[in-house]
């Protein structure tokens, strides 16, 4: 080993190798007090700490404690409340919630799967519902269902159907949603517009729908798309948002037009490049790039809510929104607002029904108080705070009317979404390996929206690397 | 090298005054390009501060409705105040505080004593073992993560604080690796001269070694610091509760799916970074002063 | 007795009386310690690779079929293929702007405490804001850079939407973040050259450019060494600000490897695959770093006479 250092450094020694100068002494007696106290605090922090850690445990005095995990900052709010009665009634049963955002929610989860810890209840979305089913990650409850008479007639079918796998249930229903559009009342009335009921949509020319649109929408010198001098550039007022997203966009007018995404629950074959579904995703981009009445990609692509902030800054006068954005909608926009059904196409008016359940952990600890969680988040009793809270349509059918009353106080009429749900519906696509199929669906996705690929070519082209990852994943990849 | 010393020294009083007064006025011009650069550098460097800064003083309903850089209409402080009120940000803070402070703390140990180890000591495989820890540098941390949170998992010390810090504490290869080098420029008689005195490695690290190395380690304590206050992913994974948050994860919750509060992150992100410019001030001169590089191979 | 190690001197001498030392604090324990530490988690990596792993059950041997799958795969070659391109964008213009500010701030300039801290407060802020931020700045409509551009009447390109312009867009920001982090360590290495060198040199009549390539460069090249092995290394696996920025678009165009082996490993959950990736990414990087070393090995200048 070479030992060469490359020169001597010039400052050399100013005090003799062993002796230890009062300068030397004091210059790191400041830094050594700073680090006594940090080696201070840190032991105590730990020793308070210490017993906080660990997924679920059992405390002293027989009190089970329960992780609940979940995604959403605004209905949190409400199931605080709810889960505080629960804690209520159970007193020996505490439960800590979970709070962590949609972005980075499944990547723990799946992390604290990996390691056999996951929360003892914890949402569940119909994207991640397959893999999570076959894996064996979540608790059968139709034993559970019979044992203690759990009325299953109280939910919407379709939602109990959406969570059956194999003929058992694996999640009790606690919520729904549809897609309705939200829109601005104040610039309809400064338009003198009447408000966008019964509109209706075509691929050819766009209908209704599109008219209404580009009377909306309007440029930095009030000019509408189709006048002369119209500047696409400098748009101030956005006559609708269309974007590339799929649940809130344009699965919906996939189906209307009658195309369909994926061929069957548990499919292999995506089917969105079929003459009607293509027909569909064009008329959607083509209301960004051809007609002007919606904001570039540029603005929408892998940024989440920006649909949302335009609409609460006024910018745009419609867009589609699911139901559980109607809290958070309403905190932040100061102008009247109301909700009307999707515009209708050749099938009439359709949106995606979807509904979240609470999983149960199949290795929790605490199977039983797991159990009375879930029948409680899944009782009217919860139900009814969450939709009398105006955070979402509860799955339990008598308790809508709970939801429709909280925003009548607001003078917003919400039946839209419930007319929807009483209509024809189309349900999330499901399937294993979904989850990647839809990452890969979203990239080439975000170039078709920006115009950089025709829409055909991008249906094939998506077709196609979705149903290698769906195909690779079923091969047990 | 002494004799072209004297010689400078000679050539130095011959030319006399008259040349030291001509340099300075030639060092003017020179020295307003300079300023020129470093200005512009500046302006570059701050402009996105000045950004977030904007969006964090203005109210919510501002944020869309004019440019980012645009000044806030009504300046408002009520961003920073809710994101200390409502948000428990002044928890995270502790909670960040504690975390860096620890691996700080964890790296000045632990790194200092390896560094020595690779640069003074002999043992068989030091340098195979040196490069190999290098090695793990070229190994991004997002593999490594799901492997080391089972390691937790086994142990029950998931979102604790000896789990959070475990991976870092024991000091880190790039630590290591600056220590070691600066290390190797210490001359080597001092510690010779020590051995023969009888000293024994201990000591000799803490009468020689450590104080000849107080700047380099404010440098890796300053560097340390920062690399924890602003780690995201592991603290996201292995942390569940707010009782163990820290910023990084705090901040990242502002985005949720219905669009970010803007102008509450920006507020936390300058609340975030308060403290390192705080620290940073304070120990710059240091740390410039010090980086002695000599003995980089 | 116990708890006594000999201390041998290697000075080729006899050795000299044994002192004492508490085992367990020696450096070498220290060093044990940490190889455990630090290795664990590289040879779970290592192993994972030959599995397959999809977090929900436990992984299964499959061999060399994660590196076949990789070797074949056309998109890990282009991740690999833009990774290095983003290298050769980010380090050169990094390290040539590190140097230049780092010899403007050599000066005696008065002020120059201030500009140093402003330099390196890019580096502290957290990558999230930041790359929210910078895609404000990049947004083609309302964004700073097309305004400031537009002035110029240059029309800007849809920079981060832009297959041709989101990498060197990515690029920039990690030059802005990092540049005034390795300002210092060359201000240090060039506060180390002693003055006289470089008077000498001026006596001589040597011009300042050709004093700078002669003197300085060759005097910094151990500084220049570290900081190119270690944002070489850093800088390939570039990962918060592609997550943050684009998420690998527009198509592929910033699909870095790390970035993938991160939707690999939490997104797909192919823990395995992502561990394979992860060995590859490995070994370029490892040998990347070792051209280097033998190429600062001849020559590193340690002395000038």
């Not at chain 2, 602003?230 to 942390?239: H, R």
């Not at chain 2, 502002?254 to 609340?271: C, D, E, H």
């Not at chain 3, 040998?287 to 006479?305: E, N």
Request: glycine content about 6%.
């Amino acid at each position: 080993m070479k030992h060469n250092t490359w020169y001597r450094p010039l400052r050399t020694m100013s005090r003799g190798p062993l002796s230890n100068g009062p300068r030397s002494q004091s210059s790191w007696r400041p830094l050594g007090l700073i680090a006594v106290g940090l080696v201070v605090m840190m032991m105590s922090m730990t020793l308070a700490a210490c017993g906080g850690g660990g997924s679920s445990s059992s405390g002293g005095n027989g009190v089970v404690n329960l992780t609940y995990a979940l995604w959403d900052q605004n209905e949190e709010v409400g199931y605080k409340q709810s889960i505080a009665q629960f804690m209520k009634l159970h007193p020996n049963i505490h439960v800590t919630i979970q709070q962590t955002p949609w972005d980075q929610y499944w990547q723990k989860l799946n992390t604290e799967f990996a390691a056999g810890n996951a929360p003892d209840v914890f949402w569940d979305h119909q994207a991640y519902f397959p893999q999570f089913v076959q894996q064996q990650q979540l608790m059968n409850l139709s034993s559970l269902i019979q044992q203690d008479k759990v009325d299953m007639s109280q939910y919407y079918p379709t939602l109990v159907k959406e969570w059956t796998y194999n003929n058992n249930v694996y999640g009790l229903p606690k919520d729904w949603d549809t897609i309705a559009i939200l829109y601005n009342k104040q610039i309809f009335q400064k338009m003198g517009l009447a408000s966008p009921t019964s509109l209706t949509w075509k691929p050819t020319d766009g209908g209704t729908f599109l008219q209404l649109a580009q009377k909306l929408t309007v440029d930095q010198n009030s000019k509408h798309p189709g006048d002369a001098g119209f500047d696409a550039k400098h748009i101030n007022q956005y006559g609708f948002v269309s974007e590339n997203t799929g649940q809130e966009g344009y699965w919906n007018f996939i189906a209307m037009n009658g195309g369909t995404i994926l061929d069957k629950p548990f499919g292999q074959n995506f089917q969105f490049n079929q003459p009607q579904s293509v027909q569909a995703l064009q008329f959607d981009v083509d209301l960004i790039n051809k007609y002007h009445v919606s904001p570039s990609a540029t603005e929408t692509n892998n940024n989440s809510g920006v649909a949302e902030q335009l609409f609460e800054g006024g910018h745009a006068a419609m867009i589609a929104a699911g139901s559980w954005e109607l809290s958070a909608v309403s905190q932040q926009s100061n102008f009247p607002w109301g909700v009307a059904q999707l515009p209708a196409g050749s099938e009439g008016v359709m949106s995606v029904f979807n509904g979240l359940t609470d999983a149960i952990y199949a290795k929790t600890q605490h199977p039983k108080e797991a159990w009375e969680l879930e029948k409680w988040l899944a009782s009217s009793e919860s139900q009814h705070i969450m939709g009398s809270g105006g955070y979402v349509w509860p799955a339990i059918q008598n308790e809508d009317q709970s939801f429709v009353e909280f925003w009548q106080k607001k003078n917003i009429d919400v039946s839209a979404y419930l007319k929807e749900a009483q209509g024809k519906t189309v349900t999330f696509p499901i399937t294993l390996g979904y989850n990647e199929a839809s990452i890969k669906i979203n990239d080439i996705f975000n170039q078709m929206y920006l115009g950089q690929i025709p829409v055909q070519q991008a249906a094939n082209q998506a077709v196609q690397q979705a149903n290698e990852a769906v195909q690779s994943a079923s091969s047990g990849s | 090298m002494s004799l072209v010393k004297t010689e400078l020294v000679a050539r130095k009083e011959a030319t006399g005054e008259k040349q030291t007064r001509k340099r300075l006025l030639q060092r003017v011009p020179s020295y307003m390009i300079s300023y020129s650069i470093l200005e512009i550098g500046v302006v570059i460097s701050l402009f996105p501060y000045f950004m977030a800064l904007m969006t964090s003083l203005k109210p919510p309903d501002q944020i869309f409705s004019s440019s980012a850089w645009s000044l806030p209409h009504p300046l408002t402080l009520q961003n920073y105040v809710n994101v200390v009120t409502q948000y428990s940000f002044v928890d995270y803070i502790w909670h960040t505080l504690l975390f860096s402070s620890i691996l700080t703390i964890g790296q000045l140990i632990f790194s200092t004593f390896a560094a020595y180890a690779f640069a003074r000591l002999e043992f068989p495989g030091r340098d195979q073992l040196f490069w190999l820890y290098l090695a793990t540098l070229m190994v991004p941390q997002v593999v490594t993560l799901i492997p080391l949170f089972i390691l937790l998992r086994t142990f029950n010390l998931v979102n604790t604080w000896t789990g959070l810090v475990i991976p870092f504490v024991l000091g880190t290869p790039y630590g290591i690796f600056l220590m070691r080098q600066f290390f190797r420029s210490i001359p080597r008689d001092l510690e010779q001269a020590a051995r023969i005195d009888g000293a024994g490695t201990l000591q000799i690290m803490r009468d020689i070694i450590l104080p000849l190395s107080r700047p380099i380690m404010s440098t890796l304590a300053i560097i340390t610091f920062v690399q924890g206050w602003n780690n995201f992913l592991w603290p996201l994974i292995v942390t569940d509760t707010d009782d163990l948050r820290v910023l990084t994860v705090g901040i990242a919750a502002f985005q949720s799916n219905y669009g970010t509060q803007w102008n509450l992150m920006m507020a936390a992100t300058f609340i975030a970074l308060g403290p390192l410019l705080v620290l940073f001030f304070l120990f710059q001169r240091q740390i410039v002063r010090s980086i002695h590089l000599s003995g980089f191979k | 007795m116990q708890g006594l190690r000999q201390d041998v001197v290697h000075l080729g001498q006899r050795p000299i009386a044994p002192v004492k030392e508490h085992r367990l604090l020696t450096p070498g324990v220290q060093v044990a310690l940490q190889a455990y530490a630090f290795l664990l988690p590289i040879i779970a990596v290592v192993v994972l690779s030959f599995f397959n792993w999809g977090l929900l059950a436990l992984p299964t041997f499959i061999g060399l079929q994660n590196y076949s799958r990789l070797l074949s795969s056309a998109s890990f070659w282009h991740s690999l293929f833009v990774t290095f391109y983003y290298v050769l964008l980010n380090i050169p213009m990094q390290t040539v702007l590190a140097l230049l500010l780092a010899v403007l701030l050599n000066q005696k300039l008065p002020g120059r405490g201030i500009f140093r801290t402003l330099f390196v407060v890019p580096w502290m802020a957290t990558p999230v804001a930041m790359g929210i931020v910078w895609q404000w700045i990049f947004d083609p409509q309302y964004g700073a850079l097309n305004a400031f551009l537009s002035v110029f009447h240059i029309p800007g390109p849809a920079w981060l939407s832009s297959p041709a312009w989101a990498m060197p867009a990515i690029a920039a920001v990690n030059i802005w973040q990092y540049t005034g982090y390795n300002m210092l360590f060359f201000l240090a290495g060039l506060q180390s050259i002693p003055e006289y060198f470089y008077e000498a040199a001026a006596i001589d009549g040597a011009s300042p450019v050709r004093r700078f390539f002669t003197i300085t460069l060759p005097l910094l090249s151990p500084t220049l060494f570290f900081v190119l092995v270690t944002d070489i290394i850093g800088s390939a696996q570039v990962f918060d600000t592609v997550y943050v920025m684009t998420k690998g678009g527009p198509g592929d165009a910033t699909s870095v490897l790390n970035f993938n082996i991160f939707r690999q490993a939490f997104e797909f959950f192919h823990a395995g695959y992502a561990s394979a990736l992860a060995m590859v990414l490995f070994l370029f990087l490892l040998i990347i770093t070792l051209l280097q070393v033998f190429y600062f090995r001849s020559r590193t200048v340690y002395d000038l006479s």
